[in-house]
């Protein structure tokens, strides 16, 4: 079965510092990856999404993540944080090879500090 | 991008009784998703709701306990039943966006069972 992995829980970095979230998946195809960010009280909203080609896609807000195969990984990155950013990120893995049905890991909640 | 309204945004139930939450989307979808996050937990697929069939459920949930209806393409309801702490939650729902793999969220109903 899938599985998706966010080794960090909570991250707390400097405003205008750089991001990384990692992420890795289990699946034994190429796999759909998403992240997701959930801001307090709000719904989730889609930041990017992996399906094919290259293997760097870029989001809204400033984020791209990197899908490496060798790695299993999906990290999502952000040259420079904005205090904004604070919220829950959640990457996603299409259940079965699809899309529609996602297996999501634990999250990790991001803080900026000022 | 679909808009996904949700009711009732919060609630506090008694042990024992029962709600529905209702999902209303701007737009015709064919499926419509109901996800629980649990508190500090991620998210997880509670069924896939098709109009004019029985939704699907995924292992661990069952029907009896979370009954859900589909009357039409832009409505849906998630009842749970006989409620216990345990089912404090949030659940959201989601559909897919008119681009292949982008789900679009609701805001969630944050349930407290006490």
């Known amino acids: 079965a899938q599985s998706v992995t966010q080794p960090d829980i909570h991250i707390t970095v400097s405003e205008g510092a750089s991001l990384e979230l990692r992420c890795n998946y289990s699946y034994g195809a190429t796999p759909y990856l998403f992240w997701y960010v959930q801001s307090p009280g709000q719904g989730l909203q889609l930041l990017l999404k992996y399906f094919s080609g290259d293997t760097l896609v870029q989001g809204i807000k400033g984020f791209e993540a990197e899908f490496k195969r060798s790695q299993s990984s999906f990290n999502l990155r952000k040259p420079s944080v904005h205090w904004s950013d604070a919220a829950e990120y959640f990457c996603?893995?299409?259940?079965?090879?699809?899309?529609?049905?996602?297996?999501f890991g634990a999250g990790t909640r991001l803080a900026v500090h000022p | 991008s679909a808009v996904i309204s949700q009711k009732p945004s919060r609630d506090i139930c008694q042990r024992g009784t029962s709600l529905t939450i209702q999902c209303q989307v701007d737009?015709?979808?064919?499926?419509m998703f109901w996800y629980r996050q649990q508190p500090g937990q991620s998210l997880t697929l509670i069924a896939t709701a098709n109009q004019g069939s029985e939704a699907t459920y995924e292992s661990g949930f069952v029907i009896d306990k979370f009954p859900i209806s589909r009357p039409n393409l832009t409505f849906s309801t998630l009842t749970v039943s006989n409620m216990s702490p345990e089912d404090s939650s949030i659940y959201l729902c989601?559909?897919?966006?008119?681009?292949?793999?982008?789900?679009?969220f609701g805001e969630g109903s944050r349930l407290t069972v006490l």
């Open positions: 996603a893995v299409g259940d079965s090879g699809g899309y529609n049905k996602l297996i």
């Open positions: 737009s015709q979808v064919t499926m």
């Open positions: 989601s559909v897919e966006g008119a681009r292949t793999g982008e789900l679009f």
